[in-house]
């Protein structure tokens, strides 16, 4: 069975940076394209980014777009999510999830496996 660990979140001061990681275990990594969103406080879960099996493929969401970086690592079983400058509307928790398709996809309901998600506050 597919499990997903996220870890590295925190709390970080508006303009800061951080780092979170998405640990895979039970599959064979390489085969799955790689997602990132985030839910904040009463809203719906959103895209934030994507990378595809071979990290040749990459899309963001507008809002993150030139301040997040999206990376993986096939031989650590392992997806990266680096964020600069993040700002206050940032606040939410960010989970993994994994697709097992070549396609790169910013729909939620098109991954298959997800996280439990890690919290990431960004203060004013």
């Known amino acids: 069975q597919v499990q997903l660990v996220e870890s590295g979140g925190g709390l970080v001061q508006a303009g800061g940076s951080l780092r979170v990681s998405c640990a895979a275990s039970g599959c064979t990594f390489s085969s799955y394209t790689m997602g990132w969103f985030r839910q904040a406080p009463g809203k719906e879960r959103e895209f934030v980014a994507a990378i595809s099996r071979s990290a040749i493929s990459k899309r963001y969401a507008d809002s993150v777009e030139g301040r997040f970086a999206i990376s993986r690592d096939n031989a650590k079983n392992t997806v990266y999510l680096q964020m600069n400058s993040l700002k206050p509307e940032g606040t939410s928790v960010y989970y993994c999830?994994?697709?097992?398709?070549?396609?790169?996809?910013?729909?939620?309901?098109?991954?298959?496996?997800w996280g439990q998600g890690t919290q990431v506050t960004v203060s004013s």
């Open positions: 999830a994994a697709r097992r398709s070549v396609l790169v996809s910013t729909a939620d309901g098109e991954y298959d496996y």
